[in-house]
């Protein structure tokens, strides 16, 4: 059941009567705005985590092997005209 700022308002006027004003805007501040149910859990947390060292684990694996693959060609390259200018000299 999602308990809209009216609900809201009157359980802050109910507890102001019980508990005093204090009391009552310290337990209000307590209660999450939206509801329990919007709240990330630690369980929540850890599979965004996951996915999360996943995703980074894809993306550098990915980039070491795109620099690998051209340090090589560029290593190729250079030794291709090392031995073109051996050739020509």
Not at 41 to 62: N, P, S
């Amino acid at each position: 059941m999602a308990i809209d700022e009216h609900a809201r308002h009157e359980l802050y006027n109910q507890l102001t009567d019980v508990l005093g004003p204090g009391h009552a805007r310290t337990l209000m501040e307590h209660l999450p705005p939206t509801g329990w149910g919007e709240i990330a859990t630690k369980r929540d947390l850890e599979v965004v985590e996951h996915r999360l060292v996943a995703t980074l684990r894809g993306e550098i694996t990915a980039q070491t092997r795109l620099l690998i693959f051209s340090m090589l060609a560029v290593l190729f390259a250079a030794v291709s005209l090392a031995f073109t200018a051996a050739r020509l000299g």
